[in-house]
Nanobody, 128 residues
Framework: QVQLVESGGGLVQAGGSLRLSCAAS????????MGWFRQAPGKEREFVAA????????YYADSGKGRFTISSDNAKNTVYLQMNSLKPEDTAVYYC?????????????????????WGQGTQVTVSS
């Protein structure tokens, strides 16, 4: 099986930065993409960013464009999310997710239903 372990969440003031990390372990040979989603209290889990494992193509939700940067280290099976200029509305539990499949696509990489492995989540709190 596959395990995803996130780290890097915490409390930060508005305008500050955080870097989230997610390390995958286990049967990771068929990784297609890894991404980040977030869920605020009382809201649906929403897409934040994703990166493909071959080609390193990146995708962003409008809410994070220009502020968030996703990157990956394939050799370490790790994905990162650099979040700058954080706002109180970025407060949420951030979940790492992975598409690991023999199916080559197509994928949108933005739909949570496409991801078959999830981390336990890490809390990000932005104070005003």
């Amino acid at each position: 099986q596959v395990q995803l372990v996130e780290s890097g969440g915490g409390l930060v003031q508005a305008g500050g930065s955080l870097r989230l990390s997610c390390a995958a372990s286990g049967r990771t040979l068929s990784t297609r993409a890894m991404g980040w989603f977030r869920q605020a209290p009382g809201k649906e889990r929403e897409f934040v960013a994703a990166v493909t494992w071959s080609g390193h193509n990146s995708y962003y939700a409008d809410s994070g464009k220009g502020r968030f940067t996703i990157s990956s280290d394939n050799a370490k099976n790790t994905v990162y999310l650099q979040m700058n200029s954080l706002k109180p509305e970025d407060t949420a539990v951030y979940y790492c997710a992975a598409i690991m499949s023999l199916y080559s696509g197509p994928y949108t990489y933005t739909r949570k239903g496409e991801y078959n492995y999830w981390g336990q989540g890490t809390q990000v709190t932005v104070s005003s």
